[in-house]
């Protein structure tokens, strides 16, 4: 297998687009990754996308996007796997680049998530949880993981503030990314007082509703290396499924999917956790990032609520986490979430991240999932010049 890089990287402001069609959003990100690279013809497109169909009535967005952007003929496929679709089309890139199938490989995320109303939203959303067993019942994502917050608070004694210190520090985060859909800061008081969604879980403690689009060009190393710029390269990919059902796991304080995910794409790197300088979560919701941090084994179970308190995963910590101020203030198209969380560690491990520069950024891990854990897909990056 050849060493691949990511020789560019670009994605859209995120929010409510409404002037911008599906489309438009997939190619002006992809319009700037490109022009980040400085390519101008690719020979692979992949594009994460949950629901084209639910969202916007538009499939086929392989033939779509690669005419609109100027590469028709090129192969272009679309690929899904809930929220963490974005993951999928990075990884399959890399799979086209490695086994030697395309030079250029370029992968697009997106969701244009505000064409319908909030139920449809909703709707289009629990499309990806078990249909027969949660679905059908009347249960959405805000309700699985208000379920996995009130057993978590119950078995470790975590707590609404702890729950309430993720959404605090994402936001103090994102309040420096400007393509951030929400840039505000709030404090613990306001999150802890916003309006209830699924007990415990309040307004914020939730990602929002969101439009955007992400992509990042892939290409072997030797190419990236005579571009006479930093590069990222993708050295562990780890991928996992589950049961979609949080009735079907043994345990549902348990994020096996991502346990499974991050050991398989730390072995292939040959590193630890412990390496790593910095991490992209998925923070659908807040206890979600909680449990992603003690599956990942940067804590022992439990112990990330207090963790979290303590300021680990703070910017300025030891083990910062979303530093673009992750899904809850970035906002979670959830087709191109996985795509910017690899634009965001690429633009940290070029030293471009501004104002929410991780110090000494050198390794990477970003972790993308799909529902309430039925699928993750995560992805270890080195720093090179
Ligand atoms: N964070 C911060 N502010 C938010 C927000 C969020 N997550 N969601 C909405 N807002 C703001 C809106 O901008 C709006 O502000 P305004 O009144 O100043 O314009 C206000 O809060 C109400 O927004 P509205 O769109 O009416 O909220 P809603 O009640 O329809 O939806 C949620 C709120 C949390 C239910 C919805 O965002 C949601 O379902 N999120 C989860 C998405 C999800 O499940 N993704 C998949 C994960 S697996």
């Known amino acids: 297998m050849k060493e691949v890089a990511i020789i560019g990287i670009g994605m859209t402001d995120w929010g409510e687009l409404w002037e911008k069609s599906l489309r438009d959003i997939s190619v002006e990100a992809a319009l700037k990754c490109l022009d980040d690279a400085g390519v101008s013809k690719v020979d692979a497109i992949t594009i994460g996308c949950m629901s084209g169909g639910l969202f916007n009535a538009q499939e086929h967005l392989g033939s779509l996007v690669a005419d609109y952007l100027g590469q028709r003929f090129v192969p272009a496929t679309r690929v899904e796997s809930a929220c963490a679709s974005g993951g999928l089309a990075v990884k399959t890139a890399y799979m086209e680049v490695a086994s030697g199938l395309a030079e250029y490989a370029l992968a697009i995320g997106v969701e244009k998530m505000t064409d319908v109303d909030g139920n449809e939203a909703t709707y289009a959303l629990a499309t990806a949880a078990d249909q027969d067993y949660e679905a059908f019942h009347g249960i959405t994502f805000p309700g699985l993981y208000a379920m996995m917050a009130k ?226 897909i995560i992805h270890i990056l080195e720093a090179r010049s």
Not at 179 to 191: D, G, M, R, S
């Open 151 to 376: 057993a978590h608070m119950k078995k470790y004694g975590t707590t609404l503030e702890q729950l309430s210190q993720v959404t605090v520090k994402n936001h103090d985060n994102g309040s420096l990314n400007p393509h951030a859909q929400f840039p505000c800061k709030f404090t613990l008081e306001q999150v802890m007082n916003s309006t209830m969604v699924a007990d415990p879980l309040r307004l914020l403690h939730c990602s929002p509703i969101t439009d955007g689009g992400a992509a990042v060009l892939l290409a072997p190393v030797e190419i990236a290396k005579k571009l006479n710029k930093p590069y990222a390269v993708i050295t562990g990919i780890g991928h996992a499924t589950d049961t979609i059902a949080l009735a079907q796991r043994k345990d549902i304080l348990k994020l096996e999917v991502v346990e499974q995910a991050a050991q398989r794409a730390l072995k292939m790197a040959g590193k630890t956790i412990k390496d790593v300088s910095f991490a992209e979560v998925h923070d659908c919701f807040t206890i979600a990032e909680i449990m992603v941090m003690e599956a990942i084994g940067l804590v022992e179970p439990g112990k990330a609520g207090p963790a979290v308190m303590d300021g680990l995963t703070a910017l300025t910590g030891k083990f910062p986490i979303n530093p673009s101020g992750g899904l809850k203030s970035k906002g979670h198209p959830v087709g191109a979430t996985g795509v910017a969380q690899v634009v965001e560690a690429v633009a940290q491990l070029r030293g471009e991240a501004g104002k929410r520069q991780v110090k000494n950024a050198r390794i990477a891990m970003t972790q993308n999932m799909g529902g309430s854990g039925g699928s993750s």
